[in-house]
């Protein structure tokens, strides 16, 4: 099956600190979403980016298909910013795979 | 209005037990997965089911039954529970026909503890 991974595993930054999240694929994909889980275990969408970039407030997501890797862009960051960063990736219809995940703590 | 809802939200039983997990989205999504979350963080695929029909039935041992009885609803029912089955289950809900295709909207989770 499609490998997800995704580095680092662990980060931690000073409020206001920006940061780059990686996640590698090993094979094309359909989609491929990025996800936050806060303390509380709550998970939240943040992209759907098979390609390309898109941006949301300090956060945007760039994908670059043809090279098998997606980029999540954490600026200015905030306490509130923590918690694991997810990326999922469908290669076959309803079937969504998910990375280890990149665990970010923000210190104020 | 929650999206997608669980219940419970808790559960702690002992080994050997049955029990059910009941999942709820009002989305009108056609798609429903079953998630499992260790310890680790790791968020493992169980299954999934489009339109009632099951597509991903990932390696999970027969004591894990899903059941969907309508596009709305798909029910995760543990028989003879043991301790590795402690973890959290995250029910999901996607549209295959609209776009962007197949958002995942996750329910809040379900925590099981085996004891």
């Known amino acids: 099956g499609i490998q997800v991974e995704q580095s680092p595993p662990d980060l931690i930054l000073q409020e206001g600190a920006n940061s780059t999240l990686r996640c590698n694929f090993s094979?094309?994909?359909?989609?491929l979403q990025w996800f936050h889980q806060n303390p509380w275990g709550q998970l939240i969408n943040l992209f759907y980016?098979?390609?390309g970039t898109k941006q949301n407030g300090r956060l945007s997501a760039t994908t670059v298909a043809t090279e098998r890797y997606s980029l999540l862009y954490i600026s200015s960051s905030q306490t509130t910013d923590s918690g694991v960063y997810f990326c999922?990736?469908?290669?076959?219809?309803?079937?969504?795979?998910f990375g280890a995940g990149t665990r970010l703590t923000v210190k104020p | 209005d929650t999206a997608v809802s669980q219940t419970p939200k808790y559960l702690v039983t002992q080994m050997g037990n049955d029990k059910s997990i009941k999942c709820e989205q009002n989305?009108?999504?056609?798609?429903m997965y079953w998630y499992k979350q260790d310890s680790k963080k790791f968020l493992k695929i169980m299954f999934s089911?489009?339109?009632?029909?099951?597509?991903i039935n990932e390696t999970v041992p027969n004591r894990f039954s899903p059941k969907s009885p309508d596009k709305a609803h798909l029910n995760l029912h543990i028989n003879s529970l043991e301790l590795g089955d402690s973890a959290v289950y995250f029910c999901a809900s996607s549209s295959s026909a609209s776009y962007p295709r197949n958002t995942i909207y996750f329910g809040e989770g379900s925590w099981l503890t085996v004891v």
């Open positions: 980016i098979p390609s």
């Open positions: 989305l009108g999504h056609d798609t």
């Open positions: 999922a990736v469908e290669r076959a219809l309803n079937d969504m795979r």
């Open positions: 089911y489009n339109n009632k029909e099951l597509i």
């Open positions: 094979d094309s994909v359909n989609n």
